[in-house]
């Protein structure tokens, strides 16, 4: 393996007028430089599968014009910043796979126009944010492998434009929220390894468009409803080890 020093000057004397910075998928060693922020028209940035390590530094929120930011697969640590709540034109939000703690920052609310939010693999905390229902235009929204404790969200409903959810391995409890029923573009639904109350849901029968749900080791209990056959574009169903009881259903994926 071949390891490469990102230089913070190499930064420093590029154009303030760059539009897009990608250096994804190689093995750049650095913090994410201060001077990134002088990069007013950056529109793009993604630096994803590389070893930069560090703070994602709060100068971050000075780039104002940037539509993608991709930090995935990388060492990064610490909080989000709050400062990531001025990027209102984002439509992509990536860091994926890194080191990150602490909250989900309240101000993320600002990004109102957030089509693919992934904060995965990381070791965040706290509640997911009720915000997240102001998020009109999202559709793929992977908040797995953190720590998020407490529901799931009844604002999940608002979320229109939702193809995939996931919150797999996480610690959220209490019931499956019915007001999932709404999000009718579901088309992948993974609760996996989180520690819900109650029944299997009855309302899987209104996903229509649903290929994969997984509800495997989410503690659920009771008879698997004869609804949740009904969805026909169904491929995967994943109910194992929960405490599942009686006949299981004669149609439909089963």
Request: include cysteine; aromatic fraction near 8%; hydrophobic fraction near 45%.
């Amino acid at each position: 393996m071949v390891l490469v020093v990102f230089y913070p000057l190499l930064i420093a004397n590029l154009s303030s007028h760059l539009n897009v910075l990608a250096a994804g998928q190689n093995q750049l060693v650095a913090t994410i430089p201060l001077g990134i922020a002088n990069f007013i028209n950056l529109t793009i940035l993604a630096l994803e599968e590389n070893l930069f390590s560090g703070v994602i530094p709060f100068e971050i929120g000075k780039l104002k014009n940037l539509q993608r930011l991709i930090f995935s697969r990388n060492k990064l640590s610490g909080p989000i910043p709050k400062s990531i709540g001025n990027l209102t034109k984002i439509f992509e939000l990536d860091l994926d796979d890194n080191n990150l703690n602490g909250t989900v920052p309240s101000s993320i609310e600002n990004i109102l126009g957030l089509q693919t939010l992934i904060l995965s693999h990381n070791f965040l905390t706290g509640p997911i944010p009720e915000t997240v229902g102001l998020f009109s235009t999202l559709t793929f929204l992977n908040l797995a492998h953190n720590a998020f404790i407490g529901v799931l969200p009844l604002e999940i409903w608002q979320l229109n434009n939702l193809q995939e959810l996931d919150v797999l391995e996480n610690k959220l409890s209490r019931h499956i929220p019915s007001t999932l029923e709404n999000c009718l573009k579901l088309e992948g639904l993974f609760l996996e390894g989180n520690t819900f109350q109650g029944n299997v849901p009855p309302f899987f029968s209104s996903l229509k468009g649903i290929e994969s749900l997984d509800l495997s080791r989410t503690n659920l209990s009771g008879k698997i409803p004869e609804d949740l056959a009904t969805p026909v574009l169904l491929k995967n169903l994943n109910l194992s080890f929960n405490n599942l009881a009686g006949e299981v259903p004669l149609q439909g994926v089963f």
